[in-house]
């Protein structure tokens, strides 16, 4: 009698082997790729970066349209065009002196 020994298929190493690369590589495309879980998390931080940047920005600008209400036809704020007159124009009162 002769005994056969039984080795594995090369077709099915083969294709073990294939389906080992293939599912290595999309394990690495979902965490690593451009669309893949560290990229998400990039992106979340970067959102949170500009939404932080765009609230400061529309305070400067609720700010800026409160100092051009002020100074409008409609409305004046003496205070304010003071402050202006001294900060841009370098102008003093009168009855005021300057010390350097």
Not at 24 to 42: H, I, K, M, N, P
Not at 64 to 90: A, H, I, K, P
Request: proline share 1%.
């Amino acid at each position: 009698m002769t005994t056969q020994k039984s080795r594995p298929a090369i077709g099915v190493l083969l294709f073990f082997g294939i389906a080992f690369a293939l599912s290595s590589y999309f394990t690495f495309a979902a965490v690593q790729g451009d669309y893949g879980l560290f990229r998400r998390v990039e992106i979340i931080a970067e959102k949170r970066k500009i939404e932080a940047e765009l609230a400061n920005i529309q305070g400067q600008v609720s700010r800026m349209e409160n100092l051009t209400n002020r100074l409008s036809d409609e409305y004046l704020d003496l205070d304010l065009l003071d402050q202006q007159v001294r900060d841009v124009l370098g102008m003093i009162r009168a009855d005021e002196i300057v010390i350097r």
